[in-house]
């Protein structure tokens, strides 16, 4: 072969050593590919564990101010604050919570499935304090609410919602903080 004459090679059919060359993704591409993927399905399994989570506790919010609405107009016909059971069978409210009781007379619970509701009621039965606790498996990744509802001198009622950071043991009264949505 002269110097000025140059190798020509069909596509496709080899190459100027004249090895052929494969088509398609060589095993390193696909690993890197895999991983990909890998990445992008783990975060998305973070983000729905994240936005299960948000929506359960906004959840518990809502099932909050139901419960609260639902005791203060027991309160207006029947001047006393009611029992989960006056609320359940006697309003028709909190419909399909599931009943368990604490096995104390003066705090009663209730479940959603994803946290359990109890009631306390004060000594002087002036108010009482609804506690939403996360169940057992959800209670390091959910918040924990609390609502209070003391009646003052003058007969006004005062209520706010409070909330504390997840912890698998009861938090202190100190670790309750205004709740601001």
């Known amino acids: 072969m002269q110097r000025d004459q140059r190798r020509i090679s069909c596509a496709g059919l080899g190459d100027a050593r004249g090895r052929v060359r494969a088509r398609g993704a060589s095993a390193v591409e696909l690993l890197v590919a895999v991983a990909i993927i890998g990445i992008l399905l783990a975060l998305s399994v973070l983000a729905y564990r994240w936005v299960v989570v948000v929506v359960a506790e906004q959840r518990a919010v809502k099932n909050i101010q139901t419960m609260v609405t639902a005791q203060t107009a027991h309160h207006a016909m029947h001047g006393r604050f009611g029992t989960w059971e006056?609320?359940?069978?006697?309003?028709?409210?909190?419909?399909?919570?599931?009943?368990?009781?604490?096995?104390?007379?003066?705090?009663?619970?209730?479940?959603?499935?994803?946290?359990?509701?109890?009631?306390r009621f004060e000594a002087d039965a002036s108010g009482f304090t609804l506690d939403a606790d996360p169940l057992p498996a959800y209670a390091r990744r959910c918040r924990r609410f609390r609502y209070r509802l003391r009646a003052t001198v003058t007969r006004r009622q005062t209520g706010m919602i409070l909330v504390a950071l997840p912890s698998v043991d009861p938090p202190p009264e100190s670790a309750y903080q205004p709740f601001n949505p």
Do not use: K, T
């Open 86 to 119: 006056q609320l359940i069978d006697h309003l028709g409210l909190l419909d399909g919570f599931e009943r368990r009781l604490d096995g104390v007379a003066a705090s009663e619970v209730i479940g959603d499935g994803w946290y359990r509701y109890s009631l």
